[in-house]
């Protein structure tokens, strides 16, 4: 039934006068007789109707007229969406056959407070450097910062098999405003490493329009909530990156002409970030755990967009492109690698102090290599020399060799529980293991018997 009739085009942003007041906002409208153009209602002003394009506007006309579709953007929400690839507006992009059981909106609200859980269990990965600096609780929300070429996709990769193997946890996969051949490439690399079954991936790829890229953080979302309330399980849920989303935000605040607050982010920044934080909680069922890529711009860790995105984080995991130059892996800096969890009452005091002991040997490590530059080491005293030669074998432990690296490295993966990892430690910083050559402790699991 036809709802409304187009009375002006601009880019993204089309005004309809409608001629049925059902029409709410939300809703999704399209060309009566081209479903091809379609558009989201975002306000109503008496018997007008601002939208935005979920594709593009080229070729539309006035005067054309449009019909409702549905009360929203809906994606699958049904065992069925395991190993498959969506686009933002829940359409399949994986060329495969498929059969809908039950579709859902992407746009819903949050988790009720009385059914958050705010005392779920830690999660432990078997990632060392992970477990012992900025250990996960399930529910938390982390921030993953590094730019391209540090291991950023490997450690996802790792994350999901590792995730899997100990709590049998699918993973989502959100790709907001990134290249669409990292896309094609995580997907095959996703395949190759028969991975792709345990997840699901939603792609608004850079070169969509502002609003697709907006979406696929709600679409994915929505995937995770499938997995948790319905399955009851345990998901991982990765989103790179986040900070596009804001991106797509201001652009689409600019072409409505709503108000900009400074550097041109949407005046409801904080609300928006909000609605996709708020979503990502444990509740008796299960849970959902985030690790959410985050740009920074022009390297300004003071960027209103990201403080307000970091506000919301839990803890934070920072690559370091000069840790993998030195081919340590995963090249995680643990000065910057921060998590909520590393308190005496929550992680315990025995690992809680180790951190603090291990952290005060890497710092006087870093001020030592100055000194050893310029004067040679022969000059430090004896306890300078042991926190030197036990710093390096603790920079070697925390590498590791990972399972999903395995075709390339020919090592095979260390799932390494957290008791080992503090048996070691403890060993290096005692001088349990002052004769053993450093080498020893490169790229391994465990290294007590």
């Known amino acids: 039934m036809v709802v409304g009739k187009i009375i002006s085009i601009f880019d993204i942003s089309v005004e309809v006068i409608l001629s049925d007041e059902s029409v709410k906002i939300g809703d999704i409208l399209a060309l009566e007789d081209n479903y091809d153009y379609s558009f989201e209602v975002v306000s109503i002003n008496n018997v007008s109707a601002t939208c935005i394009s979920l594709g593009t506007t080229r070729g539309l006309k006035k005067g054309s007229e449009v019909v409702k579709l549905s009360e929203g953007i809906q994606i699958e929400y049904s065992d069925n969406v395991l190993g498959r ?6 359409d399949l992009i994986d060329n495969k056959e498929f059969s809908s059981i039950n579709k859902r909106t992407i746009n819903h609200d949050t988790v009720s407070l009385k059914n958050v859980d705010v005392t779920a269990d830690i999660l432990w990965t078997g990632i060392k450097v992970i477990d012992f600096f900025a250990p996960l609780q399930k529910g938390f929300r982390m921030g ?26 699918h993973a989502v996969f959100v790709g907001a ?12 690399e996703m395949k190759e490493s028969n991975l792709l079954d345990k997840m699901s991936m939603v792609f608004g790829q850079m070169g969509d329009n502002p609003v697709s890229r907006s979406k696929s953080v709600y679409s994915g979302l929505t995937l995770a909530e ?10 991982l849920l990765f989103i790179d990156n986040i900070y596009r989303f804001i991106q797509a935000k201001s652009e689409i605040a600019t072409e409505l002409k709503q108000l900009l ?10 609300n928006e970030i909000s609605k996709i934080e708020e979503r990502i909680s444990s509740t008796e069922d299960g849970s959902i755990t985030s690790f959410q890529a985050i740009y920074i711009p022009a390297d300004d860790y003071n960027d209103e967009a990201v403080q307000t995105i970091t506000s919301y984080m839990d803890g934070q995991i920072v690559l370091d492109r000069k840790i993998a130059e030195l081919g340590l892996y995963p090249a995680i800096d643990v000065f910057k690698s921060t998590s909520k969890l590393v308190d005496v009452e929550k992680i315990g005091e025995r690992h809680f102090k180790l951190i603090e002991e291990v952290l005060r040997y890497l710092t006087r490590y870093n001020e030592l290599e100055e000194i050893i530059a310029i004067l040679g080491i022969e000059e430090l005293s004896e306890e300078d020399k042991s926190i030197f030669y036990r710093s390096r074998k603790l920079r070697y432990y925390f590498s590791q060799p990972m399972f999903v690296a395995e075709p390339y490295t020919n090592i095979p993966g260390q799932f390494v529980k957290i008791e080992d990892i503090l048996i070691d430690v403890e060993n290096i910083l005692n001088g349990s293991y002052d004769n053993v050559d450093e080498s020893k402790f490169l790229f391994i699991g465990k290294y007590h018997e």
């Open 85 to 90: 690839v969506f686009n933002s507006y829940g």
């Open 144 to 169: 993953l910062l590094g730019g391209a070429g540090v291991g950023k996709t490997v450690l996802i990769k790792e994350l999901i098999h590792n995730v899997y193997s100990s709590i049998n946890a």
């Open 177 to 188: 405003g990134e290249r669409s051949r990292e896309g094609k490439e995580l997907y095959e």
């Open 226 to 235: 499938y997995l948790r309330d319905e399955k009851k399980q345990d998901v």
């Open 261 to 270: 607050i400074e550097n041109g982010y949407p005046a409801d920044m904080a």
